[in-house]
Each structure stands twice: as structure tokens, then as C-alpha cells.
């Protein structure tokens, strides 16, 4: 595709907004836009995040409920939320 995208792009095919990318360390990431699908490994991530991580954000609801009401309700006309997945070797879904 040539020339900028349009919010109707990104909605129709919103992986052309996806970037591999490396930490400081050298470790691999894929930044890009958060999906309707992505619903269940975010709310895994939710579930597992540690006490300290939840005080920080807090009071926002950290939880798989929470992760599939963001995921059904995606508009990107409204908000661009992004996602970043570190791409593990050793696990086929990697970790969101």
C-alpha cells in the first residue's frame, strides 16, 4: 500500500501497523495493534500479573474479564491500542 493509512485500513487489516522490534538487551519483540482475538492471552497475562505490578496500576481492572470486555469493544476510530508481544522461541503462543 502506498501513502498514508486510514483509520478504515487499519480497521480492515490492522496487521499492516505491526513492527518487530528489539529491546536494549537484544531481546525480540512484535509491537501491534491489540485485536478482538487477542482477548484470552491478555487476560492470562492479567491474571498472572504479581501484586506489586497491580498496586502500581491500580485501580484499573487487571483481569481476563476485563481483557475480553477491551477486546470485544475495539473501535479504532475511538483509541489505537497497542499491544506488545515478546516473542518467545520456546512457546508457540508467546506471551502478550
Do not use: K
Not at 46 to 60: A, E, I, T
Amino acid at each position: 500500500m502506498n501513502g498514508p493509512l486510514s483509520l478504515d485500513d487499519l480497521a480492515r487489516e490492522p496487521e499492516q501497523f505491526t513492527c518487530d522490534l528489539h529491546t536494549a538487551g537484544g531481546s525480540p519483540f512484535t509491537a501491534r495493534l491489540l485485536r478482538s482475538d487477542d482477548g484470552d492471552r491478555l487476560g492470562l497475562y492479567f491474571d498472572n500479573l504479581g501484586p506489586s505490578v497491580r498496586g502500581m496500576y491500580g485501580p484499573h481492572p487487571l483481569h481476563a474479564a476485563h481483557a475480553a470486555l477491551l477486546c470485544g469493544s475495539i473501535d479504532y476510530d475511538q483509541l489505537l491500542p497497542f499491544v506488545a508481544i515478546v516473542n518467545d522461541p520456546d512457546d508457540a503462543e508467546s506471551h502478550v
